[in-house]
């Protein structure tokens, strides 16, 4: 009798989610250190994107100014390259689930390891005239954001870390104490260009908040901007392009060249072996202006026809109802509430 070879179950997507909040255009930060990693991850991953508009008001927002910078977020989610037939592309207040889920998860977070967290402290002196709630609350809302969707695999910057910490710790300490309920995610963190910094102050990362407009690149400045923005960058005064100690501002903008054109760091140096900063800086902002043009005509493009960006994110927020429901309702059960409609 013949043998029978046993085929192999094809291995189940990882589940990532990722969000990010509508103040502000997007940095060249943002871009590398979050979005275009984002776009990579769609083939492999089953991807959960969100325009994280919940969190955008913990500090005091514009109405108008934040629904037109909502509708701009997720429109460059879409030119950056996150297709919505591939990933799931949503609003995040469109999901009441990430309200409700917050706060049962609020109740199994101390305030201790609350009152730690880094951002809290930083935006509490920046904003002292607001110190709200919501700010201090609001790692909760975003472990709700990762845990109502099974997430195995968290994409974050090295300042998020902590939050995402956090998450883990609230996951844990769920399950132990009411079984089984979450996936605890882990952090998927790029070996480069995880951490774009300032072009004025390299020590510093770089911020759409910067009040320095010089010190960080939109990724929806013009070709002219982003190269007198790049010639404008610190430096040192060596005159010598190579990745090393002490060279901060050298460092970041090689890091930067090197994404978007695809180069590694040894090549760039060979590239410039001779040349000055001048010549290395017009490189880079010209390599920036290129590699963001088709974002640039494509979010132009997308923000003229509001009927297909309503589509996408009414269909995007269904499916992540349909998703979120269930961790809910598992949720709920576990708590001991009574069964009732979600």
């Not at 799931?88 to 967290?117: D, K, Y």
């Not at 399950?175 to 605890?184: C, D, K, L, S």
């Not at 760091?265 to 001048?278: A, N, Q, R, V």
Request: proline share 4%; hydrophobic share 40%; aromatic share 8%.
């Amino acid at each position: 009798m013949p043998e029978i070879e046993a085929t192999a179950k094809p291995e189940k997507k990882k589940i990532i989610f990722s969000g990010i909040q509508p103040t502000g255009v997007f940095t060249l930060g943002n871009y590398i250190g979050a979005i275009r990693n984002w776009v990579n991850l769609q083939e492999e991953y089953n991807c959960i994107y969100s325009v994280v508009d919940m969190h955008a008001i913990t500090v005091r927002q514009d109405p108008a100014t934040l629904r037109q910078q909502t509708l701009s977020s997720y429109a460059l989610l879409l030119a950056c390259g996150i297709d919505p037939q591939k990933s799931l592309v949503f609003i995040q207040s469109h999901v009441p689930a990430h309200a409700q889920l917050s706060w049962a998860l609020g109740c199994s977070a101390q305030f201790g390891e609350l009152s730690r967290m880094t951002q809290f402290k930083d935006k509490s002196l920046k904003h002292a005239d607001d110190v709200n709630v919501g700010l201090f609350t609001y790692p909760v809302l975003m472990a709700a954001d990762i845990l109502l969707y099974q997430t195995n695999l968290v994409p974050v910057g090295i300042d998020q870390k902590q939050h995402l910490e956090l998450a883990r710790d609230i996951a844990i300490r769920f399950n132990g104490r009411y079984g089984n309920t979450f996936a605890v995610p882990e952090p998927y963190i790029p070996k480069m260009g995880a951490k774009v910094m300032s072009l004025q102050e390299p020590t510093k990362k770089m911020s759409k908040s910067d009040e320095n407009a010089k010190a960080f690149i939109s990724i929806l400045d013009s070709a002219d901007t982003i190269i007198k923005k790049c010639k404008s960058a610190v430096t040192d005064s060596e005159a010598r392009v190579c990745y090393a100690e002490g060279k901060d501002g050298i460092n970041n903008l090689m890091t930067i060249y090197s994404v978007v054109t695809g180069k590694s760091l040894e090549e760039i140096t060979g590239e410039f072996d001779g040349k000055g900063y001048g010549d290395f800086k017009l490189a880079v902002g010209e390599a920036v202006a290129e590699h963001l043009r088709p974002v640039r005509e494509g979010h132009e493009r997308l923000m003229k026809d509001k009927a297909y960006l309503e589509q996408c994110y009414t269909e995007g927020a269904e499916k992540a109802a349909h998703f979120a429901k269930r961790t809910l309702e598992k949720t709920y059960q576990k708590l001991g509430f009574v069964k009732g409609v979600l």
